[in-house]
């Protein structure tokens, strides 16, 4: 099992940024793509940004893009997205994820508790 623990959200004004990391323990997080995710309410849960496990081709929805950036230290087995220029539209519940494989979206292997990320207007 590889667990995965979410922090850093919070309330932020929009335009405002937030960080979030995402700690991970229990298998070699090296060997995982790491993705980060969101739900808002009543709407279905999102792709929003990806990593390779290597640390490369970073991806993300066209939503976020030129805004958010994901990153990975795999010495500190974390995976963070650093998000800047906050939107009101961005509130949602945000959750990082592992895969054994590099895609976009889901299905993936573990999910963390996700962390809420509200941005006010």
């Known amino acids: 099992q590889l667990q995965l623990v979410e922090s850093g959200g919070g309330l932020v004004q929009a335009g405002g940024s937030l960080r979030l990391s995402c700690a991970a323990s229990g298998r070699t997080f090296s060997r995982y793509t790491m993705g980060w995710f969101r739900q808002a309410p009543g709407k279905e849960r999102e792709f929003v940004a990806v990593?390779?496990?290597?640390?490369?081709?970073?991806r993300y929805v066209d939503s976020v893009k030129g805004r958010f950036t994901i990153s990975r230290d795999n010495a500190k087995n974390t995976v963070y997205l650093q998000m800047n220029s906050l939107k009101p539209e961005d509130t949602a519940l945000y959750y990082c994820a592992a895969n054994s494989y590099y895609q976009v979206g889901g299905p993936y292997d573990y999910w963390g508790q996700g962390t809420q990320v509200t941005v006010s207007s």
């Open positions: 990593i390779k496990a290597s640390g490369t081709s970073p």
